[in-house]
């Protein structure tokens, strides 16, 4: 058995928008949003709904992270995607409220199937669910789930479901102790 590239063939997979969209989207991201300034995020939330996300007007998103197709992503009320993250939405990606997804993050919907000779594509949601923390430089696989409340430390690679209020990191990323939420936490360690 070997590995035939030639016979490569993806064409069951939608994009969900025509090629001209795509081009298009791909286009504003590289100017329009990308060299908008700092706190233009509701400009940013603008071009991504113009495009079909599903993002909360509160959203705060860098203008240096990238959306594969932003029509198979949704951010919740209050969510921050910092500088860097990729999106590679292939397939959905739902992010809940209240989350941040720190820089360089990458999350991953689409992979290929090792046991295909012709490497054929498989896609699968992520799904972040409320109050998540991504450190930053996290990569997460297709299909996983972050329940509410985790963790994931920076550089760890997360390759199946987080539990909730669990703190987890390495590669791949493990259980490390409980998220424990104090409300009586100065906001500012600085004072």
Known sequence: MKIELKEYNQSWYSR????????????IQGTLFRFSL?????WRNFLLRLFGA???????????????????????????IGDDVK????????????????????LCTGTHD???????LITKPIIIK?????????????????????VVAARSTV??????KGIYGGTPAKFLKKRII?????????I
């Open 159 to 164: 390759v199946n479901d987080i539990s909730s």
């Open 54 to 80: 599903k993002i909360d007007k509160s959203v705060q998103v860098r203008s240096s992270a990238k959306f594969t197709y932003p029509w198979k992503v949704e951010i919740g009320a209050y969510s921050w």
């Open 16 to 27: 969900g928008r025509s090629n001209l969209i795509v081009i298009l989207w791909w286009l």
């Open 130 to 150: 409320d109050g998540v923390w991504v450190a930053s430089d996290v990569f997460i696989y297709p299909g996983v789930t972050i329940n509410e409340l985790a």
């Open 114 to 120: 090792t046991t295909d000779p012709y490497f054929g």
């Open 182 to 190: 104090n409300r009586n936490t100065i906001h500012n360690k600085n």
């Open 87 to 106: 999106l590679y939405s292939l397939d959905n990606i739902i992010i809940g409220s209240n989350c941040v997804i720190s820089q360089e993050s990458y």
């Open 38 to 42: 700092h706190n233009m995020y509701g």
